[in-house]
């Protein structure tokens, strides 16, 4: 078990040097500005799904009336 | 009312989905960089797409053994669903083609296989908007469908492979392989996939009641009439 958990440390580790090269919006992240991009696609989410849900309801209760009558 | 548990679960996915997918961990692999987080949203239109237009071939089927029309009515708001999810991957392709192999199309037989199935998809519309008869619009389109259904798998899933493709997943490859798609990805991929598949059954529900309820309204009113 230790010998397996160090040896994907050394695999995590070189793996991890091996791609220092490329490019990635780290200073995106540093910055924190990242959650203003998750803070908007969730508000868009919860918008739609708002949408979705009030639809959904509004099928609902014409489904009582119709079926009622 | 309350809502049903797979929508629930279709909610919460989708905001895993998209908090996770852009602040988890990914792997940095060259010319992809951050767009690797296009996985999440790309991919899921197309596993949405086939298991839509699945269900919608499920009902056609249903039609032919059953002729009730409300079979047909599942059978064609899920095509609907499935058209609008496989031209969002289109889409969506195209703008992650044009960053990482530098056009918006490449003459690819993953891509050129969509988009030859999502035209079969659109004759199919074109074909029951030409019919007049309710009955026979229902019958002749669900046949088309199971055809057009098993077309589509071919285009998208075996011709792909027997050939080079650019796309991840193809040219002789039989899936996703460590390269494509490790354990992190994986952490969110497999949630979207649901999340996005779910809300997609959620939009051809309602679209289905409410064919169901004009159906309803319709049978009414020619009741009122020959009164």
Known sequence: MKYIFSLLMVLAVSANSFAQGIEMADALRSDGKIYVVVAVLSLVLAGILFYVIRTDRRISRLEKEMGDK | ?227
């Open chain 2, 1 to 227: 009312m309350k809502l049903s548990w797979w929508k629930l679960l279709c909610i919460a996915l989708l905001f895993y989905t998209v908090i996770m997918g852009f602040l988890g961990p990914v792997p940095r692999l060259a010319i992809l960089n951050e767009s690797i987080r296009n996985l999440y949203f790309h991919v899921p239109m197309w596993f949405g797409m086939v298991l839509i237009l699945g269900s919608s071939v499920f009902h056609s089927i249903g039609y032919l053994r059953t002729p009730l029309m409300s079979n047909d009515d599942k059978a064609v708001t899920a095509a609907h669903t499935g058209i609008l999810f496989g031209g969002l991957g289109l889409v969506t392709g195209m703008a992650w083609a044009r960053v990482t192999w530098g056009d918006w199309w490449v003459n690819d037989p993953k891509l050129n296989g969509a988009a030859i199935g999502m035209l079969i998809y659109c004759a199919y519309l074109v074909l029951r908007n030409s019919l007049e008869d309710e009955g026979q619009r229902a019958r002749i389109s669900a046949i088309y469908n199971i055809f057009a259904f098993a077309t589509l798998v071919p285009l998208l899933f075996i011709l792909p492979r027997l050939t080079d493709s650019l796309h991840p997943g193809n040219g002789g490859n039989p899936g996703f392989n460590q390269y494509d798609l490790d354990s992190d990805l994986r952490l969110v991929f497999y949630p979207a996939v649901i999340g996005w598949a779910l809300l997609g059954l959620w939009l051809t529900q309602l679209n289905a009641r409410l064919r169901r309820l004009e159906r309803i309204a319709e049978e009414k009113n020619e009741v009122v009439a020959s009164r």
